[in-house]
Structures are given as C-alpha cells and as structure tokens.
C-alpha cells in the first residue's frame, strides 16, 4: 500500500466568528495527484494555505512526510513546493532567471544551481527556452516555469492553488499532461512527486486520481472520480420548465418519483434512464420544456452532496 504523505486529522480553523474548516480529515498517498474541489468559500483555500504553511496549523493535526506542520514548520518547507494562484514571475527576466533567483532563496549556488535549473525546466519541457523572457511565452508556458519554479528544490510534495487560472483549454490539457509526467518520474527518493491541488473546475478534478468534494468547511466526499460518479447509480434525468414545482408535484403523484428541484431544474437519478422519459413527458403534460439524459458526472455528485450546483454555492 501507499505511505500518505499528506495527513490531516480534524482540522478547524476560523476567522473570527465564521468557520473556514470544520473538522476536515484527508489523507493523500505517495505519487498520486490528488484534487481538492469546491467553490468560493467552500474552504479549500484556507486548506492550502495551512498545507503551504502560511498558516500556522494547529499541532497534531497535520502532517506532511511525518513532519508536524505546527512544530516542524521549517522542515515542512524544505519539503513543499508550491504554485500559487496569481502569477509569481518577473516577466522581464528569462525562464532561466527567474528560476535562478529562486533558488538563491534555497541557498542554492554556482554549479549546483545551474544544473538544478536545467533540470526543472526540462521537467516541464522548456529546456530549450531557458534563455527568452517569460513575456514572449504563452500562457501555458508561464505555468510551467511557474512549476519549474516549484521543483527547483527538489521537493517530494507539489501543492497546486487552482493551477488552470488564466488558461484556455489546449494550455489545460498541456499543464495536465506535463502534472502526468512529474508525478509518474521517478525523484532522489525513488518515486514521483506527490501532487495536491485546489480546483473549481469540475473537469480538471476530473483528471486527479482522487479528489475530496469540500463545501462550507467540511468534506462531503472523497474518493476517485470514477467512484464517486458510481454512487449515482444509473442515468441523471434533467428537466427544465417554467413551471418547475408544478412538474415536480405532478410526476411525485403520478409516478411516486420525486425529483430533486435544484432552482428552476428538476433531476432524477434512475437505471435506463431514456426508458422512463416518455412516462415523465405524459405525467406532465405541456409543462416539460425539455429533458436530457446523461451519464453521472462530478456535478451531479456535488449536487446529491449538497442540494446546489458548484457555481450557486454561496461565498
């Protein structure tokens, strides 16, 4: 079995009177890239930010490579690579320069460094680009010498702030493919790089080898993908109409079905699902606007956790 690398037991934190965590407790195992999903205010951030260290975290209650984030905070950091949300380059230097001035940071000099520097950024597929400034790249490419960045040191845990920000589609399935690469390669310690990212993008938590669904603090679920569209258990039916409570109260009565009602959209979670929409249209006779039939997706698993869609969860 895998040894987990990252540990959190019952956490809470608050600011103030509102609480950002609830009693969150996850585990994350070595090599694999795990997704945390959720919305605005959802937790998620906070979550990061005490898994990056800044911050503090409450003693005993997380721990990365055994090393307790409260007591241990500095060897926690020597451990951690990390990639935040807004931008962290100079644009004005080359790819090669910004990583050099962050390995100064590391106390890093001379030979060392510079081969360190070679070899993150070809890591990331930019060996050959190590010499032109980060303003003439893509912005896909800055992303990944912002990764670069963030394996400069070597570490064994890379931790991820909503990493797909800014990046349109083609530069998405480019950053996955190169997250693939460095989470399957093999490092100093003989496995890949641990990956833990925060997201809102359902099809980015999609591609993690397992994520945790969290909103408002708490953690609603956490499986692989695959297995938490399983607990759906069939085809997702969605109606929509203008008269949604009407459609709703109608089908309850004449088919003993009762439909969640997620604003003005009805869904129903049924095996054969194109089987039953004919009974559904007749049940509602000149109310049903439209119906679709579909395969279970995170979605629909965030709202059989939560009653709401992921962009209507409140901030």
């Not at 100079?90 to 100064?104: C, M, P, R, S, Y």
């Not at 980015?204 to 080898?209: L, R, S």
């Not at 004449?254 to 049924?270: D, F, N």
């Amino acid at each position: 079995m895998s040894q987990a690398v990252v540990e959190v037991s019952d956490l809470r934190h608050s600011y103030g009177e509102r609480v950002a965590l609830d009693g969150v407790t996850l585990s994350v195992d070595a090599g694999e890239i795990f997704a945390i999903l959720g919305p605005n205010g959802s937790g998620k951030t906070t979550l990061f930010r005490i898994l990056s260290t800044l911050v503090p975290a409450p003693p005993g209650r997380v721990r990365v490579l055994g090393l307790d984030a409260a007591s241990e905070r500095d060897a926690v950091r020597r451990q951690i690579g990390v990639v935040f949300q807004a931008p962290s380059l100079d644009k004005q230097l080359t790819a090669a320069e910004n990583l050099t001035h962050q390995g100064h940071l590391y106390g890093l000099r001379g030979a060392e460094l510079a081969r360190r520097v070679a070899d993150a950024l070809a890591a990331v597929n930019l060996a050959d680009r190590a010499g032109e400034r980060v303003d003439k790249f893509s912005g896909g490419m800055r992303r990944r010498v912002e990764i670069a960045k963030g394996l400069l040191h070597r570490p064994r845990v890379l931790l991820m702030d909503e990493p797909s920000t800014g990046l349109d589609p083609a530069a998405r399935i480019d950053l996955w493919r190169h997250l693939r690469q460095i989470s399957g390669a093999k490092n100093e310690t003989g496995g890949g790089v641990t990956v833990l990212l925060t997201t809102h993008l359902m099809e980015e938590a999609d591609q993690a080898d397992r994520l945790a669904i969290m909103d408002r603090g708490r953690v609603m679920a956490c499986d692989t993908p695959a297995a938490l569209k399983e607990r759906i258990g069939g085809d997702v039916i969605t109606i929509t109409s203008r008269q949604p409570e009407a459609v709703r109260a109608a089908i309850l009565q004449r088919l003993g079905v009762e439909p969640q009602q997620v604003g003005a959209v009805l869904r129903i979670e049924r095996p054969r699902g194109h089987e039953f929409v004919p009974q559904l249209i007749e049940a509602a006779p000149g109310m049903v606007e439209s119906v679709s039939v579909g395969k279970p997706t995170l979605e629909d698993v965030f709202i059989r956790l939560t009653g709401q869609r992921l962009a209507e969860a409140p901030v």
